[in-house]
């Protein structure tokens, strides 16, 4: 059942979708679907699956686009490095990423948020810096850093993997 609404939504989609896709094609051609993408980050590799990957017309670079079917996270939070997941996928390509976008695929399909240029090359840097800070830290026996704030810790469901609240009470616990 769940399938056929799946296919119904879809469907209804296709020629928006194909729209978007002659209208892109003057800068870029499809390259691969669901890519595989691999990196050395220090003494770790980093893995990921990209939804779609282009090549640039013009050159050698590429551009990486993530399906949203649901919401998609605002651009002022990927510009502010908040929301990581685009730029981690730019850390599995490296220097050949010239853009990374999100594609709202719903009622319309439109480039919803999008990173390129020296901006991207930043976030890229700020991320591989970050993530290379936590591996370290794992390393050496430090516990895993609990993240969220209250106002987006609310509407989580991995509260029981994140252990937040065991983290609050570890810092009450502490004698002053």
């Not at 119904?8 to 896709?21: S, V």
């Not at 651009?75 to 685009?86: I, P, Y």
Request: charged share 25%; glycine share 6%; aromatic share 10%.
């Amino acid at each position: 059942f769940q399938h056929r609404g799946w296919l119904r939504r879809w469907q209804q989609t296709i020629p928006l979708y194909i729209h978007w896709q002659i209208s892109r094609e003057h800068d870029w051609r499809f390259s691969e679907a669901e890519y595989e993408g691999q990196a050395p980050l220090g003494k770790q590799s980093l893995q990921g699956r990209l939804d779609r990957l282009d090549r640039a017309v013009a050159d050698e670079h590429y551009a990486i686009i993530d399906y949203k079917t649901g919401a998609v996270p605002k651009q002022a939070d990927v510009d502010s490095g908040e929301a990581v997941q685009l730029p981690f996928y730019a850390l599995l390509l490296g220097e050949a990423i010239q853009r990374v976008e999100y594609l709202a695929v719903d009622k319309e399909v439109k480039s919803a948020v999008s990173l390129e240029g020296e901006w991207l090359d930043e976030l890229r840097v700020q991320q591989a810096q970050r993530l290379t800070a936590i591996f370290e830290a794992l390393h050496n026996g430090h516990p895993m850093p609990a993240w969220g704030d209250e106002k987006t810790c609310r509407y989580c469901d991995m509260q029981g993997l994140c252990r937040r609240d065991a983290w609050q009470q570890a810092d009450q616990e502490v004698p002053a």
